[in-house]
């Protein structure tokens, strides 16, 4: 007596139906988006350090920090392009308190009135 054929392990063939996320690169603004700030440090105490440091690459026009939602994020907007490109090569990757910034162009404008 013969016995039946044995079926093949049918493999599921589902396909990768999320998006891989692909980065365009962002148009230069003056606004610079910086993360990967210490959450520890007082809201006070970051401000006051960042237009220090990024004074350095120009004028400082605002350094916002949402203060309940800080999650290590900030926006610091410089006066022209030039300076915010000065400051984010500069300054990427630079420890800052310990941890490496991570700076790249805003995805929108900010306008100071």
Do not use: W
Request: aromatic share 8%; net charge positive.
């Amino acid at each position: 007596m013969s016995e039946p054929p044995r079926k093949k392990a049918r493999l599921s063939k589902r396909t990768n139906k999320r998006k891989e996320k692909v980065e365009e690169p962002i148009d230069p603004k003056n606004t610079l988006y910086v993360n990967n700030l210490d959450e520890k440090i007082n809201t006070k105490r970051l401000r006051t350090n960042l237009f220090l440091l990024f004074s350095i690459y120009g004028e400082v026009l605002k350094v916002a920090i949402s203060a309940k939602k800080q999650r290590g994020q900030a926006f610091i907007t410089m006066r022209t392009v030039d300076e915010a490109n000065l400051a984010l090569i500069s300054l990427n990757n630079e420890p800052f308190f310990d941890k490496p910034l991570h700076i790249q162009f805003s995805k929108t404008n900010s306008y100071i009135i």
